[in-house]
């Protein structure tokens, strides 16, 4: 894909939402981190059920590792792999406060130290909460960005190297948010929506999915 491609399907992208950011709830960089850990392999929907009720009880490191593994678990118990998030967020709590008077950390070498946070939860963390031009690349992502064109790549990382080199700088900050949303409500795995597409003009996916006419029984239209 040619630069003036990219830079018009973030154009496009920006035009339509000019201020994306994340659908997971959250306060504080404390409240973010905790969320994006429980967000694996769970829906953001989910999430925010349980941190509602969470961080009125626990919203700060000192108030979660009061609370304990045990009581974390009675909040994020319908999140999968519950038990697992539990340790990893009572732990890396302990860690904010005893190594970093506990505030979260705005390096990615501090943060890929806590349990359960990896490149992509560090990435969302220092993007979201700390402004930093950083692209957390997840399965929406990856796929637009191979289905597109934008940045096509084997793997989550070199995924997100293409984007970091090729988005337009005055577009990098939001690129993250924008492709996700466009993933998770457009650009979809099995169905895409690409009738629908703001950039279906520009996108390099070939095998588009198109409009059918109306099932004259029920009136409704078909995409294919």
């Given amino acids: 894909m040619n630069p003036q491609k990219r830079r018009e399907i973030f154009r496009r992208l920006h035009a339509a939402n000019p201020n994306p950011t994340t659908e997971l709830r959250y306060t504080?960089?404390?409240?973010?981190?905790?969320?994006?850990?429980?967000?694996?392999q769970a829906t953001d929907k989910s999430v925010n059920l349980a941190t509602a009720e969470l961080f009125r009880k626990a919203n700060?490191?000192?108030?979660?590792?009061?609370?304990?593994?045990?009581?974390?678990?009675e909040y994020i118990k319908r999140i999968g792999l519950y038990r697992m998030k539990a340790k990893n967020v009572i732990a890396l709590s302990q860690i904010l406060?005893?190594?970093?008077?506990?505030?979260?950390?705005?390096?990615?070498?501090?943060?890929?130290?806590?349990?359960?946070?990896?490149?992509?939860?560090?990435?969302?963390?220092?993007?979201?909460?700390?402004?930093?031009?950083?692209?957390?690349?997840?399965?929406?992502?990856?796929?637009?960005?191979?289905?597109?064109?934008?940045?096509?790549?084997?793997?989550p990382l070199e995924v997100e190297l293409k984007l970091l080199k090729f988005t337009p700088p005055e577009y990098l900050k939001n690129a993250h948010h924008w492709l996700i949303l466009h993933g998770r409500y457009v650009c979809l795995a099995r169905k895409p929506g690409c009738p629908q597409c703001l950039i279906r003009d520009v996108c390099e996916f070939r095998p588009k999915t198109k409009d059918v006419p109306a099932d004259p029984r029920s009136g409704k239209r078909h995409v294919l």
């Fill in 60 to 73: 700060t490191p000192e108030k979660m590792v009061q609370l304990g593994v045990a009581g974390l678990e």
């Fill in 97 to 155: 406060l005893e190594r970093h008077c506990g505030a979260v950390p705005q390096n990615r070498e501090a943060l890929e130290a806590l349990p359960g946070v990896g490149r992509k939860t560090a990435n969302v963390v220092l993007n979201t909460a700390f402004g930093q031009p950083t692209v957390a690349v997840d399965t929406h992502i990856f796929r637009v960005s191979n289905r597109t064109g934008i940045a096509p790549g084997k793997d």
């Fill in 28 to 40: 504080t960089p404390y409240e973010l981190l905790v969320a994006v850990v429980l967000s694996a």
